[in-house]
């Protein structure tokens, strides 16, 4: 039944019906989850019908049904579930229907309806979120849709309402344009593309609206109004859907942006922005502009006020190209792969020129277009763009560039600090020599001193400033911030920073580098004081600026005493304060001085700055005799400028002694400043030191009498421990003590006596007692014990002293002491519980500190009772005291009190265990074995903390590996072994985490081996075997790490490099060698042992037996790498681990026996057939030439394999033939039997098919010949070789043969015998082999090592001269081809570049492309091209990849349909790999096989052509086919092709034609063809 019939039935008109029809389908979607499609279409289909039959419709019934049935309903809808949307849907076709049927006034009328709705819609989305919904509101989706339609149907007629629909339009403007405000992306988006566009073309005053849309945008991003959206979306939103009314090129410019400063800044921001999508958007406005200023032929072009962009027709070419290298740039940095962004990073040149070429007083390019390419380079993924990127910006000229304009500064503070952040910018390439200057910092120090020079005199300050506020808000990591701070050091000293400067360094030197490595902070801090030194306007400086700047430095890192820093500090001093003349610096610092040690001091000054001060002050006047004379009165001396600084010290000090109630914080401060100064000094005597001793001798036993009471009283507030009030005193009194010993005191034996005595009298009271309840005297007493045993020898040691700690219990538990209240603490106005608040805090540090103490008097105890023949090990008794214990019970007290004692008392446990060994051995080898395993556990439980664990893991090792274990070794000593083989194995893999940790084992091995080695001979020989693997092991050791983790190891390289420029190399911090360093220590170990037992025949094993036994493990080792590994790539570990095993077995060849290298000779022999690299192949050929020119009795064994390698790889035999090249030239004794034995077998290898062993052979030929000439000028019996020889010489591949050989160092350089040289094996034959620098071992690491030594054999330097420069030839080649490959490449046109979509698309595609995360419908409702265009049928497909490709296709060349048999195929992995989502861009249609001929009648009754792709007898060939407009291509199955009864259907079917034999191409190749075709003869007419 229609809809007429249910009206005249019902009585119902036709508003009531409509109403209710819409109604009850909102109910029924809400009250079913399951509710369908189908049935809404059910419901609204008779109305549609009804509605596009009927005619009697009247306007005012139209208007009625609109406002009364379509819009109430309309406002009960939320879109977003797919069944309202269908609802919207069809109610919009009923509204679109009826407005129709309304007249011009009536459309008005229900334009003023949605005026309402919009109102109150808009009031809402302004208000709080979550309120209540209006009753007339409507959603702004909703409404923005109904928008739409309403001005689809504005015409003429409604235009001419004039004024009424002026106001409406005005009000409605500003009530879109709030919406704008307050609208998320989506609704801005339908905003700017549908509603906004349309309401701008058919309302007669709209484009004058255009500027209010601009304003907008301006206020937005200046944040002048408050806006939902982010400000940059909104406004390239905005600037994207009207830029040909902005910006022009296809229509008229209602306002031109293109004159505007700001619309520039809106598309750098948005060109640099993190999301990828507004990039696009401004790279497509961009693209648009300069579209449209090309096209346009304005006679006097334009520029912006700030010339940030310019046109002008005279200069067209170079903007053009400029321009397009910037557009180039921009596109193709959005790319991840790095072999299609380097060939265009080569216009970055280009536009570093264009920003300092100046046409007509601008500037080709501003610079701001350069930052913005910078910016998107130093984001990119890929590191090695980055780098070019800031190479590039570095290397430019600066002479006139505008980065000298502070302007600009911003980029260098922000982006490029930020940047430069980067440690891997400094990693060390490959040509690069170890110990260089990175590439970028080099290139960095030229570029800010050349910055610095060029900018005004009062700008310089003021960049220094800013730039080291940039380093400090960044946070620089150690490896960055040292060349930075490298880099300011470098520049020109000039007097151009004043306080602030040196304010802002303070603050770096004490906030930023506490976390980095101490060498590099050392670093860092020597170069930030050069900086100062250098660049300090000395008239400008404070004396707070001097004494704030030189305390920051620290003394055990940067300024140590009498360094080349300390000295630079010193001459900086004295200019400073000879241009201070208004006050006496000796007056400043007596009243800093007097000001330190006061009550009433302010704190101004810190007291380690104050000490550094007055120190250096007095070092000057010591140095400097008229500095001297210009800060001192007439008749004055030295000591008596001295004492009146340190007298008012003194004198406090002093009367500590006098006055009961002088306040102890001060006598305290004025000690600590004297032990300040002190401590600075070094131990050994020096002038400074001794003229501070005779200023302070007459009070030194007073000050030691108040250290020592206070120290023994061991807090603040007796009873409670104070950790640090003792750690104070503890730390003084050792000082003081320092300086009695420096000056030889005559007082030091009394005040020792005397501290002992009152040491044993408060450590009397422990005696025995296991339960101690910890007081501050006992805490103190023992720490002074503990002092007193570090510092006591066995002559100095007394009886009483030591019998008052063998009477303390071994094993102590401590409790903390109860508090009282005292009138002490209520005078200081303070409180009992706080007292017991902080003792709980520190007790641990408090027990911990005294078990580390009560550890160093066991230690000492036991070492000295050992020396006087004291020790009771053996007697067991009940009694725990230290000398009633027996030695298990003593190392088992040791164990069981790690658990309680801090990672302090670890250290002195393990010396204890140490002494321990010998008596631990006899008893118990299987609780040793435990001990150590137990101990080694807690070492790597130490590895993270920095500051102990090279300490214990020292002290370790002096336990687990005592030299008794490591010499003495027997057949019960399996288990103890296997432990120790254990933990070297587990010390080795922490070597390989952290460098240098495996250093100290094998030094620490080593040097015990070589103290022993002729005290205990025979069983160093059975140790040394069951070790031979540990020693194999450590030749080869060294990991492969990444280029990123070996940058703190090529830094410190390069720290060392610069000597003594940087003052931080005198102190030594680098606590451990390199990987390299282990190789070094045990070769030349071996190499010792092997020349000792040339002595002795007692050593003959060495020779004999050990190092044999070594090389067979190495040549084990080597099978090992070599088996199952099809290829070993360069600089690899297996190659590393080859050439290191090669290398020692070549060190150790002049050591063996002929017995030994004939045994070893065929496994070198099978070892060379691998065809390894160059490196090991050297190597290889060198053992084996040595060995035959050292014993040429076994060169019978060289004949076989050039007479029988017949299956052997043909590499070995490359390695035969030099070898007997290199054999013929060493050899001396029986050279001419050698050469004629060997040119006949040589000759006939020189015909061989293998083209490498033929050059090779021919090479060695010509030269065995040359030498057999030479040498036998008489001899004829190889005459008749003589033609073929020159044959070869005159015809066979003779250039090749020289370039073959000249590459083979071994071969023409190099002596097997005369060149064995450490440097050669080492570091010559590596480096002309292209290892890595980090393999290599210098001579010089050599010479500074322990175990070198000048009577060695085999000697350290490498006297071929040839030889040595090939090494650095090598060198410099491969930098000279790496330069050309960075620097010298020529700009290219053709580049890979990623098609853009705006050149060739509509409106359509355009906005698809840049906003894909949108709803288009109705957008291609809008805009989408009317006419037909083509529609791709390929139901009949089944493939996914062909389904794939074809969705691709599509999406490229704009067909408009796609039919599939199954939309589910586009969820297929196989058919996504190839349309890499081209499938979010078509239109796909499903239509079933069965479906098909059904479908493709309807389509042809549209007035689509049908068209098959198919071989029938009348198909027509695609070269000559003429596509209609509107065409339907239809695709055949992949095996079958189409169907007979389908091909019936088509109007023609066309062919591809083709040349080879096969008959048909791949479906997908097919179609892409004809689609291409189709495009080629419709798609591109218009666009061109």
Not at 152 to 161: G, H, K, R, Y
Not at 394 to 419: A, G, R, Y
Request: overall charge negative; glycine content about 4%; aromatic content about 10%.
């Amino acid at each position: 039944m229609d809809l007429s019939e249910i009206l005249k039935e019902s009585g119902l008109s036709l508003e009531t019906l409509l109403k209710k029809s819409i109604l009850l389908c909102i109910e029924e979607v809400n009250a079913s989850s399951n509710f369908e499609g189908i049935a809404i279409e059910k419901r609204f289909s008779s109305v549609l019908t009804y509605l596009s039959t009927a005619e009697e419709v009247e306007s005012e019934d139209a208007f009625d049904l609109v406002t009364k049935a379509c819009l109430p309903c309309v406002v009960k809808l939320v879109p977003g579930e797919h069944s309202d949307n269908l609802i919207v849907q069809y109610v919009s076709k009923v509204f679109v229907q009826l407005l129709q049927k309304c007249l011009p006034q009536t459309k008005l009328v229900v334009l003023s309806q949605l005026l309402l709705l919009t109102k109150a819609t808009n009031i809402a989305i302004q208000g709080p979120l979550g309120g209540e919904k209006q009753e007339m509101m409507i959603d702004a989706r909703i409404l923005v849709h109904l928008f739409s339609l309403v001005f689809s149907q504005i015409d003429t007629s409604l235009m001419e309402a004039g004024n009424e629909l002026r106001d409406i339009s005005s009000q409605l403007f500003e009530c879109l344009l709030s919406f704008l405000q307050h609208a998320d992306k989506t609704l801005c988006y339908q905003l700017c593309s549908v509603i906004l566009p349309r309401f701008i073309v058919n309302v007669s005053d709209g484009f004058d609206r255009l500027p209010h849309l601009w304003d907008l945008v301006v206020a937005a991003c200046e944040n002048k109004i408050n806006i939902e959206m982010y400000p940059l979306d909104l406004a390239l939103t905005i600037l994207c859907c009207f830029a040909d009314q902005f910006l022009g090129y296809s229509t008229l410019i209602i306002l031109d942006l293109k004159t505007s400063s700001f619309f520039w800044s809106v598309i750098q921001n948005g060109l640099v922005h993190s999301d990828p999508l507004n990039r696009k958007r401004s790279s497509f406005l961009l693209q648009h502009s300069l579209r449209s200023v090309s096209s346009s032929k304005a006679s006097g072009g334009f520029t912006t006020s700030n010339y940030v962009f310019w046109w002008n027709e005279q200069h067209e070419s170079e903007l053009k190209t400029v321009w397009e290298a910037v557009v180039l740039l921009l596109e193709t940095l959005e790319e991840k792969q790095v072999h299609i962004v380097k060939p265009v990073m080569t216009r970055l040149k280009l536009l570093i020129s264009a920003t300092q070429a100046v046409f007509e007083g601008r500037r080709l390019l501003h610079f701001s277009w350069l930052c913005v390419v910078l910016r998107r380079t130093f984001v990119h993924e890929s590191r090695t763009i980055i780098k070019w990127g800031v190479t590039d910006f570095l290397t430019m000229p600066i002479d006139n560039s505008p980065l000298k304009q502070q302007e600009f500064w911003p980029f260098l503070l922000q982006d490029v600090v930020s940047i430069l952040n980067d440690s891997f910018l400094y990693t060390r390439e490959q040509e690069d020599v170890l110990g260089s200057c990175p590439s970028i910092s080099s290139s960095f120090v030229q570029f800010f001193t050349s910055l610095i020079l060029n900018i005004p005199d009062n700008s310089k300050g003021e960049l220094l400033v800013r730039f080291i506020e940039a380093v400090t808000k960044y946070k620089m990591a150690d490896v960055p911030l040292l060349f930075v701070t490298y880099a300011l050091s470098k520049i020109p000293p000039q007097p151009i920073v004043a306080g602030r400067f040196l304010a802002i360094t303070r603050e770096l030197v004490l906030t930023c580098l506490d976390t980095h490595s101490i060498p590099m902070r050392a670093a860092i801090q020597c170069f930030l004081l050069t900086t100062i030194v250098n660049l300090s306007n000395e008239k400008e400086l404070t004396y707070h600026d001097i004494i704030s700047t030189l305390g920051v430095f620290k003394a055990n890192e940067c300024l140590s005493f009498d360094s080349v820093a300390w000295k630079q500090a010193a001459k900086w001093l004295i200019r400073v304060t000879r241009l201070t003349n208004d006050v006496s610096i000796v007056e400043l610092l007596k009243d800093t001085i007097k000001g330190a040690v006061s009550i009433e001091t302010d704190g101004s000054y810190k007291s380690d700055h104050i000490a550094r001060l007055t120190l250096l002050f007095v070092y000057c006047v010591l140095e400097d005799e008229e500095y001297f004379v210009f800060v001192t009165e007439k008749g004055a001396t030295i000591k008596e400028l001295v004492a009146g600084l340190i007298l008012p010290v003194l004198d406090v000090i002093v009367k500590a002694h006098i006055h009961a109630y002088l306040s102890r914080t001060i006598v305290n401060n004025a000690l600590e400043l004297l032990v300040l100064m002190l401590r600075e000094l070094p131990a050994s005597e020096t002038p400074i030191g001794s003229l501070l001793y005779h200023t302070i001798e007459p009070w030194i036993q007073d000050v030691l009498l108040y250290a020592q009471r206070e120290l023994l009283r061991g807090s603040k507030f007796p009873p409670q421990p104070d950790y640090k009030y003792l750690n104070f005193f503890l730390d003084a009194w050792e000082t003081l003590w320092l300086l009695l010993e420096a000056n030889s005191s005559p007082i030091k034996n009394s005040v020792l006596a005397q501290i002992e005595s009152q040491c044993c009298e408060e450590l009397s009271k422990a005696s025995g007692i296991k339960e101690l309840v910890l007081s501050s005297s006992l805490l103190g007493a023992m720490a002074v014990a503990s002092w007193l045993c570090q510092h006591k020898t066995h002559v100095t040691i007394s009886d009483p002293f030591l019998c008052c700690l063998s009477q303390l219990a071994l094993e102590v538990k401590l409790h903390k002491p109860v508090l009282e209240w005292t009138q002490e603490i209520d005078d200081v106005e303070d409180n009992l519980d706080r007292r017991k608040e902080e003792m709980n805090k520190e007790w641990g540090h408090i027990a911990s500190h005294y078990l580390k103490c009560h550890w160093d008097c066991v230690l000492h105890c036991t070492t000295w009772t050992a020396i006087f023949n004291r020790s009771s090990v053996g007697i067991t008794t009940s009694s725990t005291t230290i000398h009633r214990v027996d030695t298990l019970q003593l190392a088992r007290a040791c164990a069981n009190s790690l658990d309680s004692s801090s990672s302090d008392a670890f250290v002195t446990i393990c010396k204890c265990m140490m002494l321990l060994v010998p008596e631990l051995y006899q008893v118990s080898r299987d609780d040793l074995s435990n001990f150590i395993s137990m101990f080694w556990k807690l070492v790597l439980e130490l590895k993270n903390k920095r500051k102990i664990f090279l300490e214990a893991l020292s002290a370790f090792l002096s336990f687990a590996f005592h030299p008794l274990l490591l010499v003495i070794h027997t057949s019960t000593d399996e288990q103890l072994f296997k432990t120790l083989e254990q933990v070297s194995l587990e010390f080795q893999e922490l070597g390989e985490q952290k460098t240098g940790m495996f250093n100290i084992l094998v030094g620490h091995c080593c040097r015990t081996w070589l103290t022993a080695f002729d005290k205990y001979s025979a069983s160093l020989q059975s140790s040394l075997t069951h070790f031979s693997n540990f020693i194999k092991d450590a030749l080869l050791f060294g990991p492969v790490y990444k280029r990123n983790l070996r940058v703190p190891y090529d830094v410190n390289c390069f720290i060392e490099a610069l000597g003594d420029e940087c003052s931080s190399n005198a102190l030594h911090l680098r606590p451990t060698e390199g990987d390299a360093h282990v190789r070094l220590t045990v070769i030349l170990f071996l190499v010792q042992l092997a020349e000792k037992s040339k002595c002795s025949s007692q050593h003959i094993w060495v020779t004999q037996e050990f190092l044999p036994h070594l090389i067979q493990l190495l040549l084990q080792k080597s099978y090992e790498e070599i088996s199952g590994k099809s290829k070993c790539f360069i600089n690899s570990l297996s190659h590393r681990i080859r050439s290191r095993l090669w290398q020692a077995i070549v060190i150790l060849l002049p050591y063996m026996e002929q017995s030994t290298l004939k045994s070893i000779l065929p496994p070198i022999f099978k070892a060379a057939e691998t065809g390894d690299q160059f490196s090991v192949r050297y190597l290889q050929e060198w053992a084996v030439s040595y060995s035959l020119v050292v014993y040429p009795i076994l060169i019978p064994v060289l004949w076989e394999h050039l007479e029988n390698n017949t299956h052997s790889k043909l590499c070995l035999l490359v390695s035969v033939l030099t070898i007997t090249a290199q054999v013929g030239r060493c050899l001396d004794n029986g050279k001419h039997d050698f050469l004629v034995k060997s040119l006949p077998l040589v000759m006939k290898w020189t015909n061989c098919h293998h083209f490498m062993t033929k050059i090779y052979a021919q090479s060695v030929l010509l030269y065995l010949w040359d030498l057999y000439k030479a040498f036998s000028k008489e001899d004829q019996r190889l005459d008749y070789l003589e033609p073929f020889v020159e044959f070869i010489r005159l015809k066979g591949d003779i250039d090749k043969c020289k370039k073959r050989m000249s590459d083979n160092r071994f071969y023409t350089l190099c002596h097997a015998v005369e060149d064995l040289s450490f440097e050669a094996v080492y570091y010559i034959i590596p480096r002309s082999s292209h290892l890595t620098d980090d393999e290599l071992i210098p001579k010089k690491e050599f010479e500074i090592s322990e175990f070198w030594s000048d009577s060695l054999c085999i000697p350290l330097h490498c006297n071929n001269q040839p030889l040595c420069e090939a090494a650095g030839r090598v060198e410099g080649q491969q930098q000279g081809k790496d330069e050309v490959d960075r620097n010298d490449q020529e700009i290219s046109d053709n580049v890979q570049k990623k098609v853009t979509p705006w050149s060739n698309s509509n409106d359509t595609v355009i906005l698809k492309e840049l906003f894909p995360d949108q709803s288009d419908d109705s957008v291609n409702n809008f805009k989408r091209d009317p006419q037909g265009k083509l529609i791709l049928v390929a139901s009949l497909l089944h493939k996914p990849p062909n389904l794939g490709g074809l969705c691709r296709t599509c999406e490229v060349f704009g067909v408009s349909q796609l039919v599939l048999n199954s939309i589910n195929i586009t969820e297929d992995n196989q058919f996504q790999a190839l349309s890499v989502s081209a499938e979010k861009w078509v239109t796909l249609t499903q239509v079933k096989v069965q479906q098909l001929e059904v479908y493709l009648k309807d389509i042809k009754q549209q007035g689509y052509s049908l068209v098959g792709v198919e071989q029938t007898a009348h198909s027509k060939s695609l070269t000559t086919y003429k596509f209609p407009k509107k065409t339907v291509l239809l695709l055949g199955n992949e095996r079958e092709g189409i169907p007979v009864h389908l091909i019936h259907m088509l109007d023609e079917c066309v062919e591809i034609p083709q040349l080879g034999i096969i008959r048909s191409l791949n479906v997908h190749i097919s179609g892409a063809l004809l689609i291409w075709e189709y495009t080629k003869q419709h798609g591109f007419k218009t666009t061109g």
